[in-house]
């Protein structure tokens, strides 16, 4: 991989929350088609650190680029770079007013200024891929929470984004759910999507994940293939993190 | 005189005339009322700083002021200033005014009541904050509202009888006026309120079925119907 | 025109107004109170008879505008029954007061149907005959319930006082309405006025939820409503 490929880059966050500072600097660069799984305990700050990226929450210091543009500081211009940059969240946040297709399209219209027809058609298109087209007419209370969260999906993919950050998408999820919504992020890891995931999804990271961060008290603790952070005796902090939730599931 | 020939030849057409009166009173108060209702409940929960307190200090004013007071406000008050209006549209504008005060209660109810997530996986989209407001969550507030707005609309039903205070000869007023004519007071007011009780009766029904067709497939509705 | 001194010369007048305001709307509540709690016990234990009549009552009370039913008892009803003798301002409070218990048994009795199956079982099992136990078991419970919403309707009797104007009842905005007459100073006036039924409007507001929060039962009721 060369610099030329570089999607995002992530430079020096910090963010404070009151007194208390949940980043303290972290950096990283995403290459095009990658997919990077962020791991840690619970309030290292890892949702903080997805909002600070597509600025739902203003990082206090460094900056956010997309494609050699700048993200943090662009003004009204990062109504823009959100279209680019994907979001899928664990509670899938869907419109509740409106049906799963107009959930798609919604932002296809307001926001990328389509017409209809050509709207409706990538919504549905949208809703294919995830394999929801016949839910298209079925609001969100009508939907299970996989499928609520696979169009949410859908609904992040019709903006076309150059990056998706999903935030612990399986988490309110059932085991048998969550299979289907991992199905659905595997498949578009393989078509090269570029990705940030945060989960605890072992399984997931090691068969997808072109690397892990493990974070922990707002900086990135460990850095590394999924094989290497697991099985590199260098390396100890996630595994002890992953030997404790381990050992509570087993309770 | 002959009761009969005093219900069908005197009172009843008199007090359709007045019927059609009440029916612009609201006709051209009811729209507006919703309108300012919306932009108060909005710019109070989402407006800077200033127009949110403007917003809250409007209802708190509107909502502690009688109606009526407020309707000599506007028609005796107000031409002391060089303002004047005809009695119809001192009484349209008072309605409003109290409509929206209430009708903007209810919406701000709706509003706090959507989660934050919608307006964030909105913004996440690239929606501005206004886009989100527009086509996220104020869709599914007014939908919330919809009970208590109902409710304000039957009111503003009753209580267009109020512009009679000001010389509007509508139901209320047509009635009066046969009453005081003919001194057959009871008589004449009954069928004043049979009219207004079908007018209202019809209403309630009306905005119950409204609620059921507005309901979003799946969920429970929360809140109960509009009652009278 | 120096408008300062004349108001405050007609201060005391329009003052004067308030005492009778007030009257009417304690009037009204009290009334609203005694008829309405009765006619919600109807409603959720009385026979079908009952229950039938007080639906009617309330259909027909909250039907119909404060001014219709004000010109209807004052012009028709009361003198038609021989009862042409009472004063505006008795006409008045007793509209009031029955149209606020329309209003008000609506408050109770769902304040008395929130009140769980369990606590008439329970009470029941006690050996309690279903008289004593809605009156020393539902009741205690279903009036601390009803108290948010009834103190509600305070600003609701208040507001609509002021349409007794229209039968001649010497209350504030009546006294309102002869000081403009008499000065010709109207926005001032009719403004000291509505500053007055705010004062009223909130304050009283405000003592109604101090005396909830005096009769509150630790742990009850909170989110009940
Ligand atoms: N808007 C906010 N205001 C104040 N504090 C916040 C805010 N958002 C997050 N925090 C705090 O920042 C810390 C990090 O939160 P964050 O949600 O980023 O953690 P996380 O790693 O995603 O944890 P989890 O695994 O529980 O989702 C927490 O202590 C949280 O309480
Ligand atoms: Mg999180």
Known sequence: MNDNDIVLRVEDIHKSFGGTEVLRGVSFDVHCGETKVFIGPSGTGKSTLLRCINQLTPPDRGQVWLDGEEVTNSGARINYFRQKIGMVFQNFFLFDHLTALKNVELALLKVKGMGKAEAHEKALTELRQVGLEEWADHYPAELSGGQAQRVSIARALAMDPDVILFDEPTSALDPELTREVLEVMKKLARNGMTMLVVTHEMGFACSVANEVLFMENGVVAEQGSPDLLLHDPQFTRMKDFIGRIDSRMDD | MDQTAFFFEILFPALMQGLIVTLQLIACSAPFGLALGVAIAVGRQYGHPVISWLCKTYVFFIKGTPLLLLLFILYFGLPSIGITFTAFVASVLGFILCNSAYNAEYIRGGLISIKEGQMVAAQALGMTRWQAIRSVVLPQALRRAIPGLSNEFIYLIKYSSLAYMLTVIELAGAGKQVATKYFLYTESFAAVAVVYLVLVSITTVAVNILEKRVVVPGTVRANPSAQL | ?225
């Open chain 3, 1 to 225: 025109m120096d408008v300062l001194p004349i108001l405050i010369d007609w201060l005391p007048y329009l003052l004067s107004g308030v005492s009778s305001t007030l009257g009417l709307v304690f009037a009204a509540l009290g009334l609203g109170v005694l008829l309405g709690l009765p006619m919600a016990l109807g409603q959720v234990y009385g026979a079908r008879p009952i229950r039938w009549a007080v639906g009617i009552y309330v259909w027909f009370f909250r039907g119909l505008p404060i001014l219709i039913l004000l010109f209807l008892f004052w012009f028709g009803i009361f003198p038609a029954i021989g009862l042409g003798h009472l004063s505006a301002f008795v006409v008045g409070a007793v509209v009031l007061g029955l149209r606020g218990a329309a209003y008000q048994s609506q408050i109770f009795r769902g304040a008395i149907q929130s009140v769980s199956e369990g606590q008439m079982i329970a009470a029941r099992s006690l050996g309690m005959s279903r008289f004593t136990a809605i009156r020393s078991v539902i009741l205690p419970q279903a009036v601390r319930i009803a108290l948010p919403g009834w103190s509600n309707e305070y600003p609701n009797i208040l507001t609509d006082s002021a349409v007794c104007y229209a039968i001649g009842v010497v209350e504030l905005l009546t006294i309102t309405a002869r000081i403009v007459t008499q000065t010709h100073i109207t926005i001032p006036i009719y403004l000291a006025a509505a500053g007055i039924f705010i004062v009223l409007n909130y304050g009283g507001l405000k003592l109604l939820h101090r005396l909830e929060a005096k009769i509150e039962i630790p742990g009850f009721g909170s989110g009940a409503m």
